[in-house]
């Protein structure tokens, strides 16, 4: 009898265990969530991570407060967020050419991407080179006999993505051109450089301040640095065209950290692909000039180890260089 009432005792805890697992599944979220953007503000991360903010709270039921820490190209607010508590209150927005900054910055090892959860990726981008309307030249071709004719005058500035500013290196570097360059925070900051003559030329994405001032023609796009076309600009050639072997799309997503439980990831994500259907959305993303589209955690995490071939770019660099 006293083993019955043992045995039965402990079923009953086990029990409760797995009742109370149930419930805590059930009360996420029960607090406000920070939406942490590793970029300044004004940038298509920011600006983008702002519209889902504003739209996934009302389906999780607590405010999304978008938070910016920026620093080294995405690399401060991305060490923070991998400090914080793997609980589901605090998410983060990740380029997937975050993963290779270390790279760029004389680090040998990536960023480990087995440190996120894969909640999906919103969107790809384009990344553009920008010039003044009254640069003297009109063209790639011009561009590369000006540089060429005025060895270390230019300034390049980049949007805070290094992958495309090594591939305008590689371009420069088997052309024979000498350059400064300069990396900002954001697509914003690098935007006001280029309208504001502080920069020469600069790459930034679809959907900034830049691409919308080219839009109005105030600025000439002289190449996409990017595979595909640039919306709205169906003319301007992309690298590949060119015959350059490298060129890059930024995707843009939203991760946990990877200790976090998968009943709030998958939380989030069936929360996320709602939000991506919400006409709303799309019609605010569309009149940026970006091109949304949902991809699962599953697939964007594929994108995001895929980034890694840029190891090739490097060691094309290097060999280009020796």
Known sequence: MKKFIVMLIVFCFVLSIGNLA???????????????????????????ARLIADKIKHILGQPVVVQNKKGAAGIVGTTHFLKEKADGYTVLILCSDAIIVPLFQGEKEPLDPGKFKYIG?????ERVLFAQMDAPYK?????????????????????CDLWATAIMKSVAVEEGLKMKYVVFDSGADASAAILGRHVDVCETGVGTPA??????????????LSPGTVPGFPDVQNVIDKGYPFAETMSYGIVLRAETPE???????????TVMQDPDL????????????????????KVCRGVLSVKDLLEYIKVLEE
């Open 211 to 224: 691409y919308q001032s080219a839009k109005a023609g105030k600025l000439r796009i002289l190449i996409d």
């Open 121 to 125: 990726s919103y969107m790809s981008q």
């Open 282 to 301: 799309i019609n605010k993303m569309e009149k940026l000039g970006l091109t949304p589209e949902f991809v699962d955690g599953q697939e964007y995490e």
């Open 22 to 48: 149930i419930t805590a599944e059930e009360k996420y979220p029960t607090k406000p969530i920070i939406l942490l953007v590793p970029y300044g503000a004004g940038g298509m991360g920011d600006t983008t």
């Open 263 to 273: 009943y709030i990831r998958e939380i989030w994500e069936n929360a996320f692909k």
């Open 139 to 159: 063209t790639w071709e011009e561009f590369v006999a000006y540089v060429k004719e005025h060895p270390g005058e230019l300034t390049f500035g980049s949007g």
